[in-house]
């Protein structure tokens, strides 16, 4: 395995249910972010961590409460939530260096949510 | 206003035409601009990275920043269909804090 993988690739969850999207990353990075895709509109970035401690909670809603339990592996908890919550969610990793480099994020193939 | 600015499209046009994508933005403190190509069912992957005002040129691909008006652009020359993909404007201040535009969906026809 190579990169950032994602699972699983779709889910169709109702408003009640409980779930949970998973991220790995074989980068050897320490930074691994959730970001939300909508059609249209930006990426929106929900949380960051680095060396598996929460450096950035962008207001998301607390029915989404991610963990992060190494600089591996990257969970999305997902709970009650609502029909607006559709969307692809994106894992990220990068290896900040706060130096003269890009800080380029290394995507995964997405989760693609749909909330009935 | 939004942080950044891109038009979504969709843009089509005809194989070995000139492409001209386009981002604006707000927040002066932004230093690191970067254009990303998302393929169809699969994540973002950077495409072309720029440091500050200026140009760079990869093959067919053309990346300018001008920092005084806020602007930057991606060119893509003699486009192919391979090129068919959304490309997303993205860029950073500091080493965490990635902005992105909404991504501008390009067909290019045969």
């Known amino acids: 395995e190579t990169g950032v993988t994602q699972t699983p690739r779709h889910l169709v969850m109702g408003m009640t249910n409980k779930k949970s999207l998973k991220c790995e990353q074989h980068l050897g990075h320490n930074a691994m972010y959730w970001y939300k895709q909508s059609a249209k509109k930006p990426l929106e970035l929900m949380f960051v961590?680095?060396?598996?401690?929460?450096?950035e909670n962008n207001s998301v809603p607390s029915r989404f409460s991610p963990e992060c339990p190494n600089s591996s592996h990257l969970f999305l908890h997902l709970h009650t939530l609502q029909p607006e919550d559709s969307a692809l969610y994106l894992c990220?990793?990068?290896?900040?260096?706060?130096?003269?480099?890009?800080?380029?994020?290394?995507f995964g193939e997405g989760s693609r949510l749909t909330v009935l | 206003q939004k942080e950044v600015e891109q038009d979504p499209g969709p843009l089509s046009v005809p194989e070995g035409a000139i492409v001209s994508l386009n981002c604006t933005y707000s927040n002066s403190a932004f230093q690191y601009f970067m254009w990303y190509r998302q393929y169809s069912r699969k994540g973002p992957e950077l495409l072309m990275y720029t440091y500050s005002s200026g140009n760079k040129e990869d093959g067919r691909f053309t990346a300018q920043v001008d920092k005084s008006s806020k602007y930057i652009s991606l060119f893509i020359r003699d486009s192919q269909p391979s090129d068919s993909a959304t490309y997303l404007c993205?860029?950073?201040?500091?080493?965490?804090?990635?902005?992105f535009g909404a991504g501008t969906r390009l067909t290019v026809k045969p």
């Open positions: 990220a990793s990068s290896q900040p260096t706060g130096g003269f480099d890009t800080g380029e994020l290394f």
């Open positions: 993205a860029m950073r201040a500091g080493p965490n804090d990635m902005r």
């Open positions: 961590y680095n060396f598996k401690e929460q450096t």
